[in-house]
């Protein structure tokens, strides 16, 4: 897991200290307040109760092998909260994963056999272990007064753990004499299922018994007193509150226990955020390059913007309506939507992702002027093309010689050198961003035609084909 070196203090004096070091929001409540992460809480108390450290937790089910940027959301509200001084835990539901939620599904999911299911488990655990520690790499970069001190290492659990050994009948004669037929049977998630022409099948249905064990568990035995999540989940959530209430007498304090939800964010256009073209943004880079985070957030509207830069990025909020003023003023420069994408893919992919993402763009949307100001590297290429196969890597002795037709060929960019020639003349091929008046000329690496140290040549025809050629040493 996570490890980082947490400073001592006192639970009384944790507010007072946190006021001297941080002092744009001294209630994390309030800091998500602020940034729209707040769609409802089971009760206002839980503004009193987090002013002393406690630990909070969101659960992931390890329904695919990577995360999403739908699962950022609730991510970024658990980060806010590690930043705060409190114990953060992820929970990934290995045990629940093999049911799965039906909170905002039609159908039943397909059950997930045991291999793909370890995979899962293994791809989610090792990405949330890299969002928290780039997170707070980032962190500590943006918030003013952070002191990484008052930070816990961030607990990465499995619901596994407690549902190995535990028997139906123990389940049923604790959490099943609890539950409620009626309080489950009026739940969204069921009412809406118990409608459709599939129905709900037993399985799903207990689903938020054993959310609501697993919140009790971490209750009980980790002293969890905080569940977030999206907003999809306020009745398991709810459930696990109500089971701690019930299983814990009626001498026990009910503020002890408090769910938080997040609103699932759509875009202006009322889509579903997370999507492109109708498939997910995974925060896994061989399923989706820094370049494509980078170009999703670029594209954002900007009736979205000022509210993802204040739920994705760090940046202080004064910083923030600065620069929603700066981009009002000319907002055909994309100020705005450029400093989200660098944040936000610096946040999942660190620094060098954002240098990767950079590349890619200057070489696909740039010229040749921006390509030699950014100095980028023959690595730098590599990395930022390393999963495209629009990059062909090439022995340089096989090109010494060769025409800019004939390079068109070899990448693909071309049928033919007649066709080079034509879309030469029409001015329709371009070499590092410039155009080619004459197919026959030779690039030159000695002439400095080349760049990314002299081994990089940039192929474009048209305004979108793109091939890049890089050369290896012979």
Sequence with gaps: MLRRAVGGYKRGSFSQLWLHRRCIHTNVIDTLRARHFVQAVTSEAITKRVETPIAVYCGVDPTASSLHLGNMVTLM??????????????????????????SGRNTERIALDHKELAKNVAGIEAQLIRFFSRGTQYALSRIPNLDPSLLKPVR??????????????????????????????????????????HGISFTEFSYQLLQAYDFWHLYHFHKCHVQIGGSDQWGNITAGTDLI??????????????????????????????????????????RTSPFDIYQFFVKTADSDVERFLKMFTLLPLPRIAQIIDEHARAPHSFIAQKLLATEVTELIHGPQGVQQALCATQVLFGNRQTLEEHKFTSDDFDAAFRCDQRMVKVASASVVGKSVADIAVLLGSCKSKSEATRLAKGGGLYWNGSVVVDSKWVPSVEKGDFVGDGTVGVVRTGKTNYRLLKLLDS
């Design 245 to 286: 209430h019930r299983m814990h007498g009626p001498q026990s304090d009910k503020s002890e226990a408090f769910g938080l939800t997040i609103p699932l964010l759509t875009t202006a256009s009322g889509e579903k955020f997370g999507k492109s073209a109708g498939n997910a943004i995974w925060l896994d880079e061989t």
């Design 77 to 102: 509200g658990l980060l806010h909260f590690s930043l705060a001084g409190h114990q953060a835990i992820p929970l990934v539901g290995n045990a629940t994963g093999s049911i799965g939620d039906p």
């Design 156 to 197: 990465v659990l499995h619901n596994a753990d407690w549902y190995t050994g535990l028997g139906v009948l123990d389940f049923l004669g604790t959490v099943g004499r609890h539950a409620r037929v009626g309080t489950m049977m009026a739940r969204d998630s069921v009412k809406s299922r118990l409608q459709s022409v």
